[in-house]
């Protein structure tokens, strides 16, 4: 069983920069594949971004050369910086891990998820 606790989430005006954590339980972490993705008021959950066992990583177009994944292994915990923030990029946001190391961009890829958290993006 993997937990996946998010933090960092909060609220910040148009143009302005988060960083949002996701701690893992587990000492397979270093293996594990890792996503983002978000659900925005009345949205379907989409992907936002993920990085592989190997650091490879992949963005949805939409934030696209904003946003960053990173991860420390050290530390069992995954990165999400977010610049150029608009407000649509209100929502919830979910980490979530599968355990074969890659990264993909549909939910029902992913074996554990985080509780999610809220980040707000006023104009």
């Known amino acids: 069983q993997v937990q996946l606790v998010e933090s960092g989430g909060g609220s910040v005006q148009a143009g302005g920069s988060l960083r949002v954590s996701c701690a893992a339980s587990?000492?397979?972490?270093?293996?594990?594949?890792l996503g983002w993705f978000r659900q925005g008021p009345g949205l379907e959950r989409e992907f936002v971004g993920g990085?592989?066992?190997?650091?490879?990583?992949y963005f949805a177009d939409s934030v696209k050369g904003r946003f960053t994944i990173s991860r420390d292994n050290a530390k069992n915990t995954v990165y999400l910086q977010m610049n150029s923030l608009k407000p649509e990029d209100t929502a919830v946001y979910y980490c979530?891990?599968?355990?074969?190391?890659?990264?993909?961009?549909?939910?029902?890829?992913?074996?554990?998820w985080g509780q999610g958290i809220q980040v707000t993006v006023s104009s």
């Open positions: 990085i592989s066992w190997s650091d490879g990583t």
């Open positions: 587990g000492r397979r972490f270093s293996r594990y594949g």
């Open positions: 979530a891990a599968r355990l074969d190391g890659d990264y993909g961009t549909r939910s029902s890829e992913y074996d554990y």
